[in-house]
């Protein structure tokens, strides 16, 4: 009798390959896909290679860019210096600084330092227009280095900042930094009018009342209305595009209804446009307005007058450098852009006629700015 053989069953794997050469082929197939043990990169705690250092710099600082021209406040853009040392010397890349929004670089006033000082002056150097604006209006208005802070205005105005364009146009007008006769009227109306053309509201306003009364241009009425037509329509623009809500309550004329000549009931065809909320206030100009609060209340010192509007913040270089109010004679303003905003917002609720005034005034219709007054100020008279 033969002897029985006792034979192993294999389980069908799915392959007719035996055992052992199929487990080879299944390692080599599964060291071809994971890399070797000690190429697996640690990203725990106790220290290792971070993925960000796979990343290419060019590539960060492009990220740092978008996040710097997006940032609403200076701390998003100093949580990223303080990630890591990386990242906080790639976020003082150049190009990252010339991109940094005008909230990222909002200095605080009672903040100012000589490293804040510092940095903004790093900005500028990196081509941030709009360090160079506020660095130029800080200088000039607060720290009083006039030279200096209106060559970085100028800088800025050079590349078509809108703002920077305005507020040397403002400068031009009141002959800021200088004497009652440093006043050039032909040269404000030139830097406004490129203002203007670039939309800054401010601008238009403004322009608009100097072609109606003729001040450093010739006078041309129906072209002057055109320009303010267009500051508030621009005005109203950009508050419905907001989103704000409850409209009814505040799209109503912000004085009461003009001459019919003027167009009676139509808020767009007034000097003041719809009463509309006040806009954000820049940066700049809240820098300013903090920074005379917080070093002798509301006033710079040696008979000297802030701008009425609380949104700008200007203060008179000399005295009765800006022009007050003719009918009250209490307020007073840097500017007819300022005087319309100021009015929407607040004084047309506190201008109550005083005598005097109109006895001191003399010649001029509707919207004109009268020079040296018996009080050696200037005098704005009230708008139609």
Known sequence: MLPVTKTTKRAFS????????????????????SPPPESVVDVGVGGGVDLLDSIPDDLVVSILCKL?????????????????????????????LSKLSPKAIAVK?????????????RCVDAGSLEASYTLGMIRFYCLQNRGNGASLMAKAAISSHAPALYSLAVIQFNGS????????????????????????????????????????????VSEGRRFLVQANARELAAVL?????????????????????????????????CNVPAPETHPANKFLAEWFAVRGGDYPGDGLRLCSHAGCGRPETRKHEFRRCSVC???NYCSRACQALDWKLRHKMD?????????????GEGNVQIDGNGNGDNVLLPMS
């Open 14 to 33: 799915g392959d007719l390959t035996p055992g052992r050469k199929r487990r080879r082929c299944v390692d080599v197939v599964l060291s071809s896909v």
């Open 68 to 96: 710097g021209s997006s940032s609403r406040c200076p701390a998003d853009f100093i949580n990223v210096l303080m990630t890591c040392k990386r990242l906080n010397g790639l976020a003082m890349n150049p190009l990252v």
């Open 109 to 121: 006033a009672h903040n100012w330092s000589e490293d804040s000082h510092r940095f903004l002056k």
């Open 177 to 220: 930094g200088g004497s009652k006769n440093d006043k050039d009227l032909r040269a404000g109306v030139a830097l406004c009018a490129r203002a203007a053309f670039l939309g800054h509201v401010d601008a238009l306003r403004e322009l608009g009342h100097c072609l109606q009364d003729g001040y450093g241009v010739p006078q041309n």
């Open 241 to 273: 595009s907001s989103g704000v809500q409850d409209r009814p309550t505040w799209l109503t004329l912000a004085q009461p209804p003009p001459a019919p000549n003027h167009g009676q009931g139509c808020p767009l065809l007034s000097d003041f446009g």
């Open 329 to 331: 004679g209490v307020v």
């Open 351 to 363: 201008c109550v006629p005083v005598e005097r005034w109109p006895d001191e005034v003399e010649g």
